[in-house]
């Protein structure tokens, strides 16, 4: 098998069916799959075999679609990395995975081509022109390179929050298996519209975005950088049927000033992951939007969707919802035994989803993978149905005086204010109770609050070891490049 074959099964089906359009610009199915048999060619001319891995630093723009079918054509591995990434990053990403190859867009060649040149990576701009002239000087390579199933396809680099980035090496059965369960988890078509507004360089924008709307023979509409008001502009455009974000990409929709202006009455399906949905900004979001929001759960290391709240079954708000097919989950404790309803545990997995492992690192995929089932660092519970919430990351639980705090629960507090646009709830070293409770807000344009004001808000709610003693208000909190929320960035004051 090959994952390229989704897109060669589209082309043969519709071949005139738009595949993916930037704007002005459209790629129909048959000249996309034409684009990505001259990349193969191109590389093979320049020496890449199966199993070769080829890297990819491309932003949103068709050119990732053919380059990213073309490497998978081949039998070779993509690695897709953050076109942000600075030179010393990629030359860690090309060493590490030993890359070949790499493609980079023309306004990121400044940062990449001396750390290609020191690992001794070939380096290939991508630009509009230049490139595809390069690209029609090859002859396309109608061959498909069979691979095992089990072969990895795409190595996908955590972020590296706890130490060292990993290559989480995906397989075509991983990959294939996901997509082909998001295509029934969206009730996506050929006349599916999804607007691409997250990164395709990431496992939910690739996988949920351009592996499932090709898969389908649907339309994938770009954004290059989100904007919440050029994405409401292109709902009403291209009338998008489906909506794949993060949480903040809601909240940025939700209170753009001029998103009365725009008719988003063509949204079907709006899916939500990557962090964990506040409750309050869901119920905004849906009653501005008339639409309803699916929020499910997964990570690089799962391809990436592991479970889902299911468009045919009850939805619980503030729930990440039940496996998808194929995958089983479980909340299990320190021991890896397994809880019982209610009890919070670490979330584990397994299924097709989950990895081959991490790439060159045996001992950190034996820890990360144990009797079959990955262990996310996730904590989470179930209900008497079999759902599953998220209650936090294991290290972003705050110990204040020996008591767990979840930050979650507070954000959630925090969320209901009529001030509060986002919030982050972090922990603050203190030499009495070894952390203390802070919380990094920003507010909605043209209302005021104060840290005060929050704090007794918050207070009111919650236990009285929970309240964040220190709230500090910015104009933004730091994000990451699909929108989320990331903490270890977040600058904290000191703990009196």
């Known amino acids: 098998m090959n994952l390229a074959q989704i897109l060669s099964d589209s082309a043969s089906r519709e071949p005139e069916q738009i595949a993916i359009k930037l704007d002005d610009f459209e790629l129909n199915y048959a000249l996309l799959d034409q684009a990505a048999m001259r990349v193969a060619s191109l590389l093979r001319s320049r020496g890449v075999e199966p199993g070769d891995r080829v890297a990819l630093m491309v932003p949103n723009v068709p050119q990732f679609a053919a380059i990213y079918y073309g490497i998978l054509r081949i039998g070779a ?20 995975s030993g890359a070949k190859l790499v493609f980079v867009w023309q306004d990121f060649c400044s940062e990449a081509e001396p750390a290609a040149a020191e690992v001794g990576s070939e380096c290939i701009t991508v630009d509009l022109q230049q490139f595809t002239q390069m690209l029609f000087g090859q002859e396309p390579l109608t061959e498909l390179v069979e691979r095992d199933p089990s072969d990895t396809a795409v190595m996908l680099y955590t972020s590296g929050t706890t130490g060292t980035p990993k290559g989480a090496e995906l397989s075509h059965t991983n990959l294939l298996e996901n997509c082909s369960a998001c295509v029934g988890l969206f009730e996506m078509g050929e006349g599916t519209v999804v607007l691409g507004a997250l990164p395709l360089f990431h496992a939910f924008g690739q996988t949920c975005g351009l592996n499932t709307s090709v898969l389908a023979g649907g339309m994938l509409t770009l954004i290059p ?5 050029k994405a409401l502009e292109i709902i009403q455009r291209d009338k998008v049927t489906v909506f794949e974000g993060v949480p903040t990409m809601y909240g940025a929709m939700l209170h753009a000033p001029d998103r009365a202006h725009y008719d988003a009455s063509s949204l079907q399906v709006c899916a939500s992951g990557g962090a964990a949905m506040p409750v309050e900004l869901m119920r905004a979001f849906e009653a501005a939007f008339e639409c309803k929001i699916l929020e499910g759960y997964g990570l690089s290391e799962t391809s990436p969707v592991a479970s889902f709240n299911h468009p045919d079954r009850e ?25 019982a309803a209610g009890d919070i545990g670490e979330i584990v997995i397994r299924g097709d989803n989950v990895m081959n492992g991490y790439w060159g690192r045996p001992e950190a995929t034996a820890a990360a993978i144990r009797d079959g089932w990955f262990h996310s660092g996730d904590l989470g519970r179930t209900d008497e149905d079999g759902y599953f919430f998220i209650v936090d990351r294991k290290k972003d639980m705050i110990i204040r005086n020996g008591f767990n705090v979840y930050p979650r629960e507070i954000e959630e507090v925090l969320y209901g204010h009529p001030a509060i646009r986002e919030a982050a709830v972090v922990g603050i070293p ?50 990451g490049p699909t929108g989320k929320i990331l903490k270890r960035e977040i600058v904290r004051p000191t703990a009196d």
């Not at 950088?225 to 008001?229: A, I, L, T, W």
């Not at 919380?439 to 309240?467: C, H, I, M, N």
């Open 77 to 96: 591995v993509v690695i897709p990395m953050n076109v942000l990434n600075k030179r010393r990053e990629v030359e860690f990403f090309l060493k590490d």
């Open 315 to 339: 939805r619980k708000p503030g729930s990440i919802g039940t496996p998808i097919r194929g995958v089983e989950m479980r909340i299990v404790d320190e021991s890896d035994n397994e809880l």
């Open 430 to 479: 203190h030499d009495e109770f070894g952390e203390e409770i802070g919380a990094a807000v920003s507010l909605k344009e043209g209302v005021d609050a104060t840290p005060e004001d929050l704090r007794e808000f918050v207070k009111e709610q919650v236990a009285a070891y929970k309240y964040p003693r220190k709230i500090w208000i910015v104009d933004e909190l730091p994000k």
């Open 225 to 229: 950088r989100f904007d919440p008001s």
